[in-house]
């Protein structure tokens, strides 16, 4: 399965991101989608979409998406939420979720810092896709796209795009 993993969106997904998720099967998002139902809506119909609503959603986005996923897909457990954190400084309530659900792959977002780190004494792989928006800080707006095929993460691609496009 060929997977794009944005985040922190916060009302835009501009014509680069699209770009660069337009081979994908699936597009994971990991919270704070901004712009109302609509604006999750719009994601949806370029590619379909699992996601989790983040902090700065309202209620409508929280009907739509769940405050966590827990998916099985080609073998791997994958946790999403919102904000979770990173090895060492894990969220307490990521933290609870990933003692219950023991993922292979834990990803949130929240703090619009693209990271990938290997929590070794868990055995995890943690992922941040950072933030595809232009709400923040950051200055550059970034995304993922990785596949999963028989238990293995293969291919991962970063975009980066700086913030004033």
């Given amino acids: 399965m060929y997977i794009g993993l944005i985040s922190d969106t916060h009302g835009v997904f501009s014509r680069e991101f699209k770009d660069f998720l337009e081979p994908v099967d699936v597009i994971w998002h990991a919270g704070d989608f ?14 379909p979409v699992v996601g989790v609503h983040g902090n700065c959603d309202g209620q409508d986005i929280r009907f739509m998406y769940p405050q966590h996923q827990f998916l099985q897909v080609e073998g791997l457990k994958v946790l999403m939420t919102h904000i979770g954190g ?6 307490i309530r990521a933290y609870a979720l990933i003692d219950r659900y023991k993922p292979d792959i834990f990803i949130c977002g929240h703090s619009h810092i693209l990271k990938v780190i290997n929590d070794h004494s868990i055995n995890m792989l943690c992922i941040n896709p950072g933030a595809a928006g232009l709400q923040g800080w950051q200055v550059v707006r970034t995304a993922l796209r990785f596949k999963l095929e028989e238990g293995k993460i293969k291919d991962m691609e970063v975009f980066e795009i700086q913030r004033n496009r």
């Fill in 34 to 47: 901004g712009g109302g139902a609509s604006f999750a809506e719009s994601i949806a119909e370029f590619k």
């Fill in 86 to 91: 990173y090895p060492g400084h894990y969220n």
